[in-house]
């Protein structure tokens, strides 16, 4: 059974930072096509980042330059190294795996940025 297990999520203050993670089990992720997703109250899930298998990332233009995301194969983890955090950064973010017709999700963890 393949799962996806988010964590790192919190409160942080505008202009802090948090790392999220994402575990994977049943799955080795450097098959994977990984990215991390947000959705905030009232508006769609959208992509935040992503890394393909082969170490190329890709950003939202929001984010640029103020979040990276990355990968240990060894540990089956992906991570997400946010810094400079806004309070329109506030969503549930979740983790995605990707490859041909698979298609994961986590379940998600609560990021809030706020004073």
């Known amino acids: 059974q393949v799962q996806l297990v988010e964590s790192g999520g919190g409160l942080v203050q505008p202009g802090g930072s948090l790392r999220l993670s994402c575990l994977a089990s049943g799955i080795s992720i450097n098959l994977y096509s990984m990215g991390w997703y947000r959705q905030a109250p009232g508006k769609q899930r959208e992509l935040v980042a992503g890394i393909t298998s082969g170490g190329s990332t890709n950003y939202e233009d929001s984010v640029k330059g103020r979040f990276t995301i990355s990968r240990d194969n060894t540990k089956n983890t992906v991570y997400l190294q946010m810094n400079s955090l806004k309070p329109e950064d506030t969503a549930v973010y979740y983790c995605?795996?990707?490859?041909?017709?698979?298609?994961?999700w986590g379940k998600g963890t609560l990021v809030t940025v706020s004073s």
């Open positions: 995605n795996a990707k490859r041909t017709t698979r298609n994961y």
